[in-house]
């Protein structure tokens, strides 16, 4: 069985290519396009990991990303933030508990290589 | 009028003999002096005291009268002044009297007229005063000197009852509250706190203040002057017994009109600057979001063109055919252009807000060389230059930001290898005072001299061929200088260029 993205990101354009690149890479990638969406999919679909865009129309990435972290039963998700802002991501992600980070426009070597770090291909 | 024994009998001879004996005993060493003296004020008898001090003999002075004992200029005044004793009995006065020997001092008498037997007798009791007349005097020139200090003072000094009724003013409180004298205030002030006061709250609060402390301190009021203007004081009162036991308020006052208008300009300053800073912060932090939206709106479009494009190239949605293929490189270079420029516009400015995050490590400067020859090779090759690296393999652990020295070294090698058309390029790196230097050195076009001293300028352009927005140098300045280093250029025109850039040895 094929290993559960979750991307949020509220660019369909970009959120189109790239969960072809993660459906193409082994991965089951499903796309939603802000906090409601992600509480929706969390509750019926459990994801194994979350692609996390800061820029959402209502509540923030960030905020998002914090709220998981804190809450028991979703906070063992890995998380890794997608964005195109770059001041000292290091330090923020740490902050807000993200387990990694990748800035836009992304090298897919790397994305792939750090999900793969966090997950694995498949679940078997 | 001699006495008489308890059976009303005269005296015996001894018992007689004894009474006197005891009367000169009562006498003879009082610390006053007393003379007993006739109706002509001469001496009949004096106390052993009386010899001791002015010097004279027993026998001597039954030969003299009063005013002998007083120095010549003061011997008029004598019956002026024992005028009461004459006529009512007794006398109290001072003057001055006068030893054997010259010396003088002030004495008090007191005077008793005695009328014994049809026959008048006076009876003096002299007190030497002088440790008092020199009390008194101390206590006039320390009076003289207070006062002084009071009249002379800036600060107002004042004293009421605790009704507030003024009594005492000195010419400082007069003045700083308008008034032509303290006489004039005394006059006019019933109460001080009803008249003088300008705000009812601070009238009450002075009250309240005294009521339950006694006194007050730095207490800062507006007073109404003589003329109904007003000015600030800072008061201190306090309760105080006077003298004759009354208990009244005693206290100063300060004129603090100028400080306050000082302190108001001031605060109104801080105010202005507070505003300032304010509208400064939201400037900033507007300009802040607009970089992080612009940041955002610019690379999101690119990050969606350069993923279809690769994922076509790739041929990941299927596969395309040799002119598909070639014009998918045209897209995927332009993309690539543009992602480089996007990040230079953007480093820069991240760069000059001071937002750049430096991660400063203890790193090998030859590895990071070797790297960037690595990753530059094959431009070289296809360019058919050499690309070599001279390293000193001395140098020492040096801190810097592996990724942005990376991006000046890699940025200096491709300025190089675009300006070169034959020869080659060469890394070299060396220890120099104290600083890692590396060097680029190329045979390219050159540079002119009059153009070096613009080349790490923003914006500026030596040549076009590059292409770019004439920001690489630039930010490879500030990256350097941002890690405590220096980059500088050396060129002959015709011949190359060689870039320099140092970095603190740790």
Known sequence: MPKKILLVEDEKDLSTVTQM??????????????????????????????????????????????????????????????TASSCDLEKYAKEIGADEYVLKPYDPTELLGKIKKLIGLQTG | MKPKNSKDQKLSEAEEKEYLARIDYLSRYANDFIILLD????????????????????????????????????????????????????????????????????????LHSIDIDGKRLYQAVIRDISARKRAEEALKQSEIRFRGFFENSMVGIFESTLEGKLTYVNSAFAR????????????????????????????????????????????????????????????????????????????????????????????????????????????????????????????????????????????????INQEQKEYLEIAKRNIDRLNRLINEVLDFQRLEAGKMVFNMQDNDINEIVKECEKSMAIIAKNKKLDLV?????????????????????????????????????????????????????????????????????????????AGGTGLGLAICRELVEAQGGKIWAESIFGQGTTMHFTLPVS
């Not at chain 1, 991965?27 to 019926?44: I, M, N, P, Q, R």
């Not at chain 2, 007050?216 to 004759?244: P, Q, T």
């Not at chain 2, 120099?432 to 153009?451: L, Q, Y």
């Open chain 2, 39 to 110: 109706d002509k004020f001469y001496f009949l008898e004096t106390n052993k005291r009386v010899e001791e001090v002015y010097g004279y003999s027993h026998d001597e002075l039954m030969k003299m009268k009063a005013t002998d004992l007083r120095p010549p200029e003061l011997r008029g005044l004598f019956l002026r002044q024992i005028d009461d004793a004459i006529k009512h009995g007794h006398a109290l006065f001072e003057t001055i009297h006068q030893k054997k020997d010259g010396s003088q001092f002030p004495v008090e008498i007191n």
């Open chain 2, 176 to 319: 700083i509250l308008g008034y032509f004298s303290p006489e004039e205030m005394i006059e006019s002030i019933t109460n001080i706190v009803e008249q003088l006061f300008a705000d009812p709250c601070q009238r009450e609060g002075i009250k309240l203040w005294i009521q339950e402390k006694g006194k007050v301190e730095n207490f800062e009021a507006l007073l109404i002057k003589k003329d109904g203007s007003k000015i600030w004081a800072s008061i201190y009162a306090i309760l105080s017994k006077a003298d004759d036991g009354k208990i009244n308020y005693q206290g100063t006052i300060v004129d603090i009109t100028e400080r306050k208008r000082a302190e108001k300009l001031i605060e109104d300053s801080l105010q202005a600057t507070k505003e300032s800073a304010e509208a400064l912060k939201a400037a900033v932090k507007a300009k802040s979001s607009f970089t992080a939206m612009v940041s955002h709106e610019l690379r999101t479009p690119l990050a969606a063109l350069r993923e279809s494009t690769s994922q076509l190239l790739e041929g990941i949605l299927g596969p």
């Open chain 2, 389 to 465: 690296v001279s390293l000193n393999m001395n140098l020492p652990k040096v801190k810097f930001d592996h990724d942005k020295i990376c991006q000046v070294i890699i940025n200096l090698v491709n300025n190089a290898l675009k300006g070169t058309e034959k020869g080659g390029i060469t890394i070299s790196t060396i220890q120099k005072d104290g600083f890692a230097e590396v060097s680029i050195k190329d045979t390219g076009i050159g540079i002119k001299s009059e153009d070096l001293p613009r080349l790490f300028q923003q914006y500026e352009q030596i040549t076009r061929k």
């Open chain 1, 21 to 82: 690149r993660l459906n193409k890479s082994g991965y089951d990638a499903t796309v939603v396009v802000d906090s409601k969406g992600v509480f929706a999919v969390l509750e019926k679909n459990r994801p194994d990991l979350i692609l996390l865009d800061l820029l959402l129309p209502g509540m923030q990435g960030g905020d998002i990303c914090k709220q998981l972290k804190a809450d028991e039963r979703y906070k063992s998700i890995p998380i890794i933030l997608f």
